[in-house]
């Protein structure tokens, strides 16, 4: 402390000895002159502030220390003087000593600029101070301004006063929940108002007195202890009620200052000196509350941080409005000066501030919606007799429920109407979704109404509202803001209440409780990551869990795990949702507090992650499972929860109550059926990441598992004890080796290995596996004992390697490397990886691990069997770009070739891994995502071809189809058999990595924890998984194996079968290598035969279009996309996908005749060769009437529509007004495929709007036209191309992602089938509904051929991709001549009759002809067909079984090319 502090202290504490003396309605002077301290003086002086001689403000906004004539204060310290004190003398001292100490340090401070300044005392404020709360500050500011109008010192109409009033913010435990806190705010009102009515020339400070640390004495410490035990464990004794309490004063004082005029006027100004904006609540930041908070802020009594007060609430009025600071008192700090920019006190107007009432959440009424559930299960039937095992619990034979928990199991806010943040207070019981029991499950679901289904004698239920300690509570005996300190407490109280209740029979009742805790303590975890460390969480639970097991017979215990907190950071930085933030930041401060992708955030979504993971192992010790009538089960469903969003896409906050925090009752229900689902699912199969949107139907427990699930019913095992993050468990039981060491390398077990060794770059080399987060200097670290397919350290139950699995079969394995080095130190023996490592240097590499095995004594190389495994490629990749002749496929491929031919040509008793070369492209985004900390200057550097590229460039497109190259090359290398021509060796290539999807965390934010510190290299993390994926894919056979790799997936480690022993190769699995295909296909002819006799045009021109034959149309039209336009009809590779080949259009285009090509106009030009209007080539200049554009939608449409208009309007080779026009329009699949990203825009309701919008035009601009409408295909079978072929040089998933993307028989799958049909059906439905039938001359008719799409196959049942382009999206000219002919049959089949699949088969003679019975193209009316919107429905019911069958088959035995 400085010399000039030291001086000034004596004088701040002067007033402690002269100010609480004096009494009574008076004038005092607070410095007398014979002891006034030179510090004050220096104080002063320091300052530089303007003479005090000068002329007083005008306007309080611009009032400085020295204007000031009178200070004063009025007011209580709240509880600080807790009325259950026995010490009343003392109770009564405290708070006045501080209040009448701290005015007068304060007047002290204004007297070094104003000496004449008075401190004015009123005496209720001397007299009971601690006992008045808001209701007497009236009656203390009546006296104050009675003695400042007496005072003959004070012009009280022309000197400035400076007032502050100490106000209590009321949060006692004893007040009602469904009480108000903001009933002490009118009294404030009351106060203010007369003020500001009775005062001149006035500034007011606001001092919230319970934001003052408490005043610790030994009395009120031992009293404080008196009341702690309820506290323990919780953030509430109540601070749950205090932060809601708080902020709901906070807004309505906030409102208040907004609402009133206090700031309106020169001359008066209300000033908060403490904002409870500013004042934040931590809940449990030190595990409990009120108990400990005394000694973390106690101040001794009497002393100077009295006189501390008064210097904060100076240095407070020194800083404007936002940037006050909390009162400390635990020593004087340096009183602040005036500055020379801002010498006054500031208020709201000279802060640039506007008190703005903080919003709450929803701002309408949500629609209101039914809270019940119906129950599905007929059998509802208890057991016959009480079963005596718990895994023979049936639903029926639970008597007893309970719960244990926080907040979420009290219910707070559940039944709370929007914007009723104070109502979040009340907790509804009745309502609680584990074990609430009002009314019943018709119209409240929750666990408890579910199971009193099964059994209507059910008690332990909780009904109404209230606490747990009232009678309704029962045994819900969470506690509101527990964390799991207080999990114990809560367990003691539930076995007492269930042991004293006389409903149950305690020894014979089967009792269900569930447990959920753990939100609380994560909320809190930032403040103390010791306190709230994974161990001290599960060890709480494992406390409480403990006496349940060691005392309640006949229990079914549900463990539900923690939540996903950090999704509730969506809500609160969501705009578009109105949420009380600040509320919410005290709520839970470390999940909202911290941006997205804020280091802080990681560190809670690890935390997350390890409390999830350690309750589970926890339980999988079998610690509870040791009695037959106890067992605790994980129920997991909220693990992986995401934020709730609506049709929009944003968070969608009528799931939680006003606070934006709990639960609202539609979440509560919700989260019952999810665990009454969890509690039916065996283990192992649980689900574990519940979409509270979507609708939950209940299970129903099965004839053959009518029981709730356990371990020991569910076949489940556990692991024998918790595994280390990167470990893994062999489940394998049968790991011998064969009896005699085997002569073929068909015939070898895991166990028969004896060495093993490695090929490659730095990825098996290891660098930077090891490294820490962001730690750069480390990425030349050679971690080669950790390396995926060599690496040895450690054990399998921490370190996953190849080694480490084959280790499990044969503990004499060797060749693995250890430890971290080069590739020359011993450590690395045959791991001969080398970092920065090409395919040319591959030779190298083998050459010496040949010369390593022949020489080293550990090994014997002719006799034991090695299996080496190659992994190259990346780099090879990474620098493709800057020499593609050096680093082309065939290059790449014929270096490999070089090192295998060594090793075939070396090596006895080898199995040889060739792992595929990488797909490194998805790695790009954790580069192109600016919220990741990786730099694109190292990714240049490392990778400079693949990861800066954008995305949708020409060099992504080359990369990707590189990659593919690569990889294929790889496939035909193993496949020419060169390999195959010893017994005892073979090549394996294993295609895990063919396909890798980016990890990622919730809100899609890649997950850099797989990654080292470049994001280029891989983390242990990775390396495990690339562990288990490479075993996997040896034990699968071939025809057969796993070609993706899901970083994030549980992959669990295989085990050979008895079937099949072997590790996996082309011989023991009958796999036969395909034959190699020519370079280039001939060129193919897809033109057909047509012959229809007789077939001349009307002896007139029709009038009607239902008198029109094939031969009368003389111009044809199209609209669409890029069906339309042809793409990919003869392309051969990237560079020409996106070419329009118009020509070979299946509805418009007219290459060549119909001989060579099948289109319609070829097939029209049959019957009338002056057919005009149809595309050639491939330029726009020749497109003709052909107006589809590529990349379309149904929103585009009636622009091309206008467009054929106005150009056949000006035409000179068509007569608009008398030629017949036949027009087709094909649009939908870009609206479809893109539908799951914007569901408004590509919404079934605006694709049918579109499509009517174009028919209009035409309809009212085109006469004599005929209008084909191609119902939309059935996009499902992509699926089929993406699953099962190869060889397509685009992925789906980007051309395709809303069907191509969701999992099989997923929610999001099946929405997109009924979404594909809804497009067909309502847009059949519009047409057919006689909106187009006025006129004589048009027609619109569904050609529906497509309704039904059967992917052809080839003679082996895969996709024949002989129909589609090189991106398996568009159709070859094959395809589009298959579309021609079904088009041109449809139109001459009947209304009601038509075919509506297509099974793209080809034949020359496929084209029907029309008949001399009916010679006109197909309407409605001469199809004698109702118009009608059921066509559609008819239509489809139309399609016998048997006919899908045969199209399928044909598909097949139609596959090879005719």
């Known amino acids: 402390m400085d010399q000039g502090m030291k001086k000034l202290l004596p004088a701040l504490w002067l007033p402690v000895l002269i100010g609480t003396a004096v009494h009574g ?13 030179e510090p004050f003086r220096n104080f002063h002086h320091s300052c530089m502030l303007k003479s005090f001689s000068q002329p007083a403000s005008s306007s309080v906004h611009t009032l400085t220390p020295s204007d000031i004539q009178a200070v004063a204060a009025i007011g209580s310290l709240g509880n600080i003087g807790d009325s259950r004190m026995q010490h009343s003398d003392l109770q009564d001292s405290i708070p006045r000593n501080l209040i009448q100490t701290s005015m007068g340090t304060l007047t002290a401070l204004v007297s070094r600029f104003n000496p004449s300044v008075r401190h004015y005392s009123s005496p209720g404020n001397s007299r009971a101070a601690s006992q008045m709360g808001t209701s007497s500050l009236l009656e203390q500011a009546e006296e104050l301004i009675h003695s400042m109008r007496d005072s003959q010192e004070l012009d009280y109409e022309k000197n400035w006063k400076l007032i502050t009033i100490f106000y209590p913010y009321s949060s006692r435990a004893s007040d009602s929940p469904e009480s108000s806190p903001l009933d002490s705010i009118k009294g404030l009102e009351e106060v203010l108002d007369f003020l500001h009515e009775k005062v001149p020339k006035a500034f007011v400070n606001l001092v919230d007195s319970t934001q003052l640390p408490a005043l610790s004495n030994p009395h009120m410490d031992q009293n404080m202890r008196s009341i702690s035990d309820s506290c323990i464990g919780s953030i509430g004794c109540s601070t749950l009620d205090d932060i809601i309490r708080r902020w709901s004063y906070q807004n309505t004082l906030e409102k208040l200052l907004a609402s009133k005029w206090y700031d309106q006027s020169d001359d008066f100004a209300v000033v908060p000196q403490t904002s409870l904006q500013e004042a934040e609540v931590h809940p449990a930041r030190n595990g409990r509350d009120n108990v400990d908070s005394p000694k973390r802020s106690s101040v001794e009594i009497p002393g100077k941080e009295f006189s501390a007060l008064g210097v904060e609430l100076w240095n407070n009025m020194m800083e404007p409005i936002g940037q006050k600071q909390p009162y400390r008192l635990s020593k004087i700090t340096k009183p602040v000066c005036p500055s020379q920019e801002h010498p006054y006190f500031f208020t709201y107007r000279n802060s640039n501030y506007s008190p703005s009432p903080v919003e709450s959440a929803q701002e309408q009424q949500p629609e209101q919606l039914s809270f019940g559930t119906i129950i599905p299960c007929s059998d509802r039937s208890p057991s016959d007799t009480v079963p005596q095992s718990v895994h023979k619990l049936r639903p029926a034979d639970i008597k007893v429920i309970g719960a244990l928990g926080d907040s979420l199991t009290a219910a707070n806010g559940a039944g709370s109407s929007p914007l009723n943040i104070a109502d979040v207070l009340v907790q509804y019981r009745g309502l609680s979704w584990s074990v609430g029991g009002d009314e019943n499950v018709k119209t409240v679901t929750t666990l408890a109404n579910i199971l009193r289904e099964f059994n209507p004698s059910l008690t332990g239920f909780s009904t109404g509202r209230g606490t747990h300690q009232k009678p309704n509570a029962s045994l819900n005996q969470a506690v509101a803001g527990a964390v799991s300190e207080g999990l114990s407490s809560q367990a003691r109280r539930l ?35 010791e306190q709230f460390s994974p161990e001290n969480f599960v060890s709480n639970i494992q406390t409480a869990l403990d006496i349940l097991h060691k005392e309640v017979p006949r229990l079914f215990v549900n463990l539900v795990t923690v939540l996903h907190i950090t999704t509730l950071s969506e809500l609160y930085h969501e705009e578009s949702v109105k949420c009380p933030k600040k509320l919410m930041s005290s709520l839970c401060s470390c999940a909202v507090n911290h941006n997205v992708n804020a280091p802080e955030m990681e560190v809670l979504e690890i935390l997350n992650k390890k409390y999830q993971d350690a309750t589970r192992h926890l339980i999988e010790t079998g610690r509870y499972d040791t009695r037959e009538d106890f067992t605790v089960v994980v129920q997991p469903f909220l693990e992986g929860t995401t934020m709730p969003k609506t049709a929009e896409g944003v968070p969608d906050a009528s799931f939680f109550a006003p606070d934006c925090f709990h639960f609202q009752q539609k979440t509560h229900s919700q989260a019952a ?84 060794a490695a090929l490659g770059d730095s990825l098996t080399a290891g660098n930077a596996i090891g490294s820490k987060p962001n730690d750069m200097s480390d990425l030349n670290t050679q971690y080669r004992g950790l390396a995926w397919s060599i690496g040895g350290d450690a054990s399998l139950r921490t370190v996953t390697t190849l080694s480490n699995i084959l280790l499990e079969f044969n503990t004499n394995l060797t060749g693995y490397s250890t430890s971290t080095g080069g590739p020359s130190d011993p450590i690395s023996f045959l791991n001969r990886a080398v970092p920065g490592a090409q395919a040319e ?39 493709y770009c800057k020499d593609i002749n050096h680093y082309s496929a065939a290059n790449f491929s014929s270096r490999i070739q070089k090192a295998l031919d060594i090793l075939h040509a070396e090596v006895p008793r080898t ?23 990786c730099s694109m200057r190292v990714a240049e550097e490392s990778c400079g071809c693949i990861l800066p590229i954008k995305e949708g460039s020409s060099e992504l497109m080359m990369m990707s189809e590189t990659v593919k190259a690569y990889q294929n090359s790889m496939q035909n290398l193993v496949e020419t058999g060169r390999y195959d021509t010893r017994e005892d060796f073979t090549v394996v290539l294993q295609p895990f990595l063919r396909n890798i999807s980016l990890p990622l965390l919730q809100g899609d934010r890649p997950d850099i924890s797989f990654f080292a510190p470049d994001c280029f290299h891989l983390s242990q993390k990775s390396h495990s998984q690339l562990s288990r994926a490479l075993w996997n894919n040896m034990l699968e056979p071939l025809g057969k194996k796993t070609f993706s790799c899901d970083f994030t997936a549980n992959i669990t480690l295989g085990c050979p079968t008895t079937s ?44 009607s279009v239902h008198k029109l034959r094939p031969s009368d149309i003389q111009v044809i039209a199209a609209l669409g996309d890029s069906l339309t336009t042809a793409v990919g009809a003869q392309a051969t590779g990237l560079s020409d996908l996106k070419t329009s080949w118009r020509g070979l259009s299946w509805s418009a285009g007219s290459e060549g005749s119909l001989e060579s090509h099948t289109t319609l106009p070829n097939i029209l030009k049959k019957f009338n060769p002056n057919l005009s209007g149809f595309s050639t080539g491939t330029e726009k200049e020749t497109a003709g009437f052909n107006r589809a554009v590529g990349e379309a939608t149904a929103q585009n449409l009636s622009a091309q529509a206008l467009e054929l208009v106005e150009l056949m309007k000006s035409s000179p080779d068509i007569n608009y007004k008398e030629d017949w026009k036949l027009v087709t329009i094909l649009i939908g699949r870009n609206d479809l495929c893109q539908y799951c990203l914007d569901r408004d825009t590509y919404s079934v309701g605006k694709y049918v709007q579109h499509l009517q919008d174009s028919l209009d035009i035409l309809y009212a601009e085109l006469p004599r036209a005929f209008v084909n409408v191609v119902e939309i295909m059935e996009l499902t079978g992509l699926r089929q191309i993406e699953r099962e072929a190869s060889g397509c040089v685009l992925s789906g998933l980007s051309l395709c992602p809303c069907f191509l993307k969701p ?108 008949t001399s019975e009916h010679p ?43």
């Open 1060 to 1103: 099949q022993p072997f590790l996996g190769t082309y011989k023991n699995s009958n796999y036969t290598y395909s034959p190699l295909e020519p370079t280039k296909k001939p060129n193919q002819n897809w033109g057909s035969d047509l012959s229809c006799p007789g077939q001349t045009p009307s002896e007139e021109v029709p009038t």
């Open 495 to 529: 076995v007492d209440l269930m042991k004293g209740d006389t409903k149950i029979n305690f020894q014979e009742d089967w009792k269900l409780v569930t447990v959920f805790i753990g939100g609380n303590d994560l909320c809190a975890s930032c403040t103390s990551l």
């Open 1416 to 1458: 006109f193209l197909f309407t409605s009316r001469n199809s004698g067909s109702q118009t009608s919107g059921s066509t559609a429905e008819n239509n489809r019911a139309a399609v016998p079984y048997w006919a899908v069958i045969v199209a399928v088959a044909a598909g097949i035995l139609a596959g090879s090319p005719v």
């Open 673 to 756: 059926r999810a665990l009454w689902n969890n509690m039916l699912e065996p283990l192992g199969e649980k689900t574990d990441a519940q979409r509270l949107e979507d609708e939950i139907i209940l299970k129903c427990p099965s004839p053959d598992q009518p029981y709730l699930r356990t371990q020991k019913n569910s076949g489940y095992s556990y692991p024998t004890q918790p595994l280390e993050v990167y470990g893994s468990q062999m489940l394998c039981k049968n790991r011998a080796p064969s009896v005699i060491s085997p002569v073929s390398v068909h015939s070898l077990k895991p166990a028969d290995m004896q060495v093993i």
């Open 1303 to 1410: 999992q099989e028989n997923s929610a999001e799958l099946q929405e997109m089938q009924r979404v594909n049909r809804d497009f067909q059906e309502r847009s059949t439905m519009m047409i057919n509904g006689g909106r187009y039938d006025k006129r004589e001359d048009f027609a619109v008719v569904v050609q529906p051929f497509f309704q039904n799409t059967n992917m052809p196959l080839d003679r082996d049942g895969k996709p024949d991709l002989s129909f589609f382009a090189v991106d398996c999206f568009h159709f070859s000219a094959r395809g589009y001549a298959s579309m021609a002919a079904a088009l041109w049959n449809n139109m001459l089949e009947p209304v009601g009759q038509k075919q509506s699949y297509n099974n793209f088969t080809y034949e020359r003679s496929t084209l029907t002809c029309p």
């Open 841 to 879: 240097d591959l030779s190298d590499q083998a050459e010496q691990l040949v010369k390593l095995m022949k020489n080293d004594s550990r090994i014997n190389f002719d006799t034991d069997w090695k299996i080496i495994t190659i992994f190259i490629g990346i780099h090879d990749l990474c620098n």
């Open 25 to 37: 309605l008076r004038v005092e002077k607070n410095l007398k002159k014979e002891v006034e301290p």
């Open 911 to 933: 199995l040889v891994n060739l792992v595929e070369v990488m797909d490194f492209l998805p790695l790009r985004q954790l580069f192109l995502d600016s919220r990741l900390p």
